[in-house]
């Protein structure tokens, strides 16, 4: 009998030689595998954070200092460093207005006529609407121009009745505007806002550039 074979135990519980099997459990390699992947795991996201705390401490990184100022996400306008002037704009005093009176009510292209010449405006025909109008323009007024005047006139004499539509007359062949007044009319908008409105005509807007991703 061998010395490794414990008392009692003979037969076909014999341990015979000098080998015996290792008694050590034998390794999980499973729960390394899994050890070692979520280690992996949890360095990443420390090494994304770390990244994402840059990038709000120095208001998006290089990339986005070196490109300029940032977008306005509600808007998508860009500021710009240098303001545009805005379009070179008529003076009342240059500006002709015809006022025509397009309602049953008497008297009120005159009484408009005078308000407006009061105001610097130059002052043209003034009487009742063509039938093409008359009776037929529901809302304060219609301002009425050539299509030059859209960007230059138009937007002067709008100062004075803000609520108007405006519209352009492509045939037109002089620089006169047509005052035609509508239904709804009961007065100017009062001077001291027209001239507030004047006033900012003449301030420069900010360049609108593209969207950008917010």
Same mark, same amino acid.
């Given at each position: 009998m061998s010395m490794l074979t414990p008392p009692g135990m003979g037969g076909q519980y014999r341990i015979k030689g000098d080998k015996y099997p290792r008694m050590r459990r034998p390794r999980r390699r499973g729960?390394?595998?899994?050890?070692?992947?979520?280690?992996?795991?949890?360095?990443?996201?420390?090494?994304?954070?770390?990244?994402?705390?840059?990038?709000?401490?120095?208001? $998006?990184?290089g990339e986005a200092s070196a490109a300029g100022p940032k977008a306005d996400c509600r808007?998508?306008? %860009?500021p710009s460093a240098t303001a545009t002037a805005p379009a070179?704009?008529? /003076?009342?005093?240059?500006?002709?207005? &015809?006022?025509? &009176?397009?309602? %049953?009510?008497?008297?009120?292209?005159k009484q408009t006529a005078d308000e407006l010449k009061k105001r610097g405006f130059k002052i043209g025909d003034v009487g &009742?609407?063509?039938?093409?109008?008359?009776? /037929?323009?529901?809302?304060?007024?219609?301002?009425? $121009?050539?299509?030059?005047?859209? &960007? %230059?006139s138009l937007p002067v004499?709008?100062?004075?009745? %803000?609520?108007?539509?405006?519209r352009t007359d492509a045939a037109r062949k002089d620089a006169t505007v047509d005052l035609i007044i509508g239904d709804k009319f009961k007065e100017l908008t009062k001077?001291?806002?027209?001239?507030?409105?004047?006033a900012a005509l003449a301030k420069p807007q900010p360049t609108p550039t593209d969207k950008k991703a917010c």
């Open positions: 729960r390394l595998v899994v050890a070692t992947v979520a280690s992996a795991a949890a360095v990443g996201m420390i090494g994304w954070g770390t990244l994402q705390l840059i990038d709000v401490f120095t208001g $998006g990184g808007t998508g306008a %860009t070179a704009l008529p /003076k009342p005093g240059k500006v002709t207005v &015809n006022v025509f &009176n397009a309602t %049953t009510r008497s008297g009120l292209a &009742n609407a063509a039938k093409e109008f008359d009776k /037929k323009v529901k809302g304060t007024g219609l301002l009425l $121009g050539p299509a030059a005047s859209l &960007n %230059t004499l709008a100062t004075q009745l %803000t609520t108007a539509e405006r001077k001291p806002d027209a001239d507030k409105a004047l």
